[in-house]
């Protein structure tokens, strides 16, 4: 996985929701979603959610797509 961010883009609003949708229904460590636009397994990061919070949530989700030629990304609150 490239870990340079210079070219990586979010999934659009369609794609972010059912990313979302379909690693909530299976949160576990190499459970990760396929990319809906390239079909590369994802990579989830945990990660503390940093401060101010805009809910309740202690933490955040990171889904980032392994693909270099994609690498497209979303977060999200658990």
Do not use: K
């Amino acid at each position: 996985m490239n870990d340079s961010n210079e070219s990586a883009q979010l999934y659009d609003r369609a794609n972010a929701d059912e990313l979302e949708r379909l690693d909530r229904l299976s949160p576990i460590p190499g459970s990760e979603p396929p990319c809906p636009v390239c079909g590369t397994r994802t990579y989830r990061l945990v990660e503390a959610h940093p401060a101010p919070r805009t809910d309740e949530s202690p933490f955040r989700v990171r889904l980032m797509c392994r693909n270099d030629q994609c690498r497209r990304w979303l977060v999200y609150n658990w």
